[in-house]
């Protein structure tokens, strides 16, 4: 069973930045892809992007494109989340979840029930 550990969580001006580490330990060799999610108070969690372990495809909500960058550390088994210019309604509780088997089709809105291991998640908080 793997791991989930994400950091990198905190408090931030409107504009600024942060970097969100997801570190995967026991993570069995044909894992497919991991994903962050995020989830504010009384809304549903939804899909922020996701990453393959192999080819580095990425692919990316909306509501993100062009601000948040997505990577991974295949040596590290760590997926990180570069967020820019971060806006008050980025304030969430942000997941890392590990996708095993592959998948397509499904682009920008990638649903919860695709991911099998969910980290503990790691508050977000942007002030306007």
């Known amino acids: 069973q793997v791991q989930l550990v994400e950091s990198g969580g905190g408090l931030v001006q409107t504009g600024g930045s942060l970097r969100l580490s997801c570190a995967a330990s026991?993570?069995?060799?044909?894992?497919?892809?991991m994903g962050w999610f995020r989830q504010a108070p009384g809304k549903e969690r939804e899909f922020v992007a996701a990453i393959t372990w192999s080819g580095g495809t990425t692919y990316y909500a909306d509501s993100v494109k062009g601000r948040f960058t997505i990577s991974r550390d295949n040596a590290k088994n760590t997926v990180y989340l570069q967020m820019n210019s971060l806006k008050p309604e980025d304030t969430a509780v942000y997941y890392c979840?590990?996708?095993?088997?592959?998948?397509?089709?499904?682009?920008?809105?990638?649903?919860?029930?695709?991911?099998?291991?969910w980290g503990q998640g790691t508050q977000v908080t942007v002030s306007s």
């Open positions: 979840a590990e996708r095993m088997s592959p998948v397509s089709g499904y682009g920008s809105k990638w649903p919860t029930w695709l991911f099998s291991s």
């Open positions: 026991g993570r069995t060799f044909n894992s497919y892809a």
